[in-house]
Structure formats: structure tokens, C-alpha cells
């Protein structure tokens, strides 16, 4: 059975940071597009950053616009994991975190439950 399970979520205030993990379990997940997303309240799920393998050799990672240059993306293989370094938060950044696992940022096939992140001012 395929699992996501996201940890490190929590209360931070704005201007701090946070590290999010991703372990997967049940197959691994080397040569899939890995990833997180979020989802604020009233809101809808959208895109936060994708670690993509390319040519056999190298991940290139993707980020929306609004985290770049505060969130970090990174994976280690050996240990099947996928976190997210989140630094210079906002208050906009509070939301429900989902790491993901599939073929591509508009088809993940897996999903974790969630963590809550909520920042405050």
C-alpha cells in the first residue's frame, strides 16, 4: 500500500521558518515527479514546488511564484523522502500542506493527509 505522510507542520511566526517532510512508503518514488501543494481556507488547492527527474541524471525543481526564493525543495532517494524549506514566511503562506507523487504537477496519482501551517503576525 502507498503512503504519504507529511510531518513538521505547525505554528510559526511571520519571518520564520519551517521544514515540511514527505516519507513515502510502499514503492519507491526515484523517477517520479514528487511535490507539495497547499490549500488556505475558502481556497483551492494550488501549486507550491516539483522535483522533476530529468535525463536519467539530474532533478530540476519548480516553484510558484510566490514561494521562490523562500522555499527550498529536496529529495533524498535513499530514504524516500521529499521536504520543503520554508523560509520568510507570510501570513499568506498559512495553509493545509500536501506532499505528492505522480507523473507530472497536473498528475500527481498520490497523495499524504495534509499538514496544518499556520503563520502569525
Known amino acids: 500500500q502507498v503512503q504519504l505522510v507529511e510531518s513538521g507542520g505547525g505554528l510559526v511566526q511571520a519571518g520564520g521558518s519551517l521544514r515540511l517532510s514527505c516519507a513515502a512508503s510502499g514503492r519507491t518514488f526515484s523517477r517520479d515527479v514528487m511535490g507539495w501543494f497547499r490549500q488556505a481556507p475558502g481556497k483551492e488547492r494550488e501549486f507550491v514546488a516539483t522535483l522533476t527527474w530529468s535525463r536519467g541524471i539530474i532533478y530540476y525543481a519548480d516553484y510558484a511564484d510566490s514561494v521562490k526564493g523562500r522555499f527550498t525543495i529536496s529529495r533524498d532517494n535513499a530514504k524516500n523522502t521529499v521536504s520543503l524549506q520554508m523560509n520568510s514566511l507570510k501570513l499568506e503562506d498559512t495553509a493545509v500542506y500536501y506532499c505528492?507523487?505522480?507523473?507530472?504537477?497536473?498528475?500527481?496519482?498520490?497523495w499524504g493527509q495534509g499538514t496544518q501551517v499556520t503563520v502569525s503576525s
Open positions: 505528492a507523487a505522480g507523473t507530472g504537477r497536473t498528475t500527481m496519482t498520490y
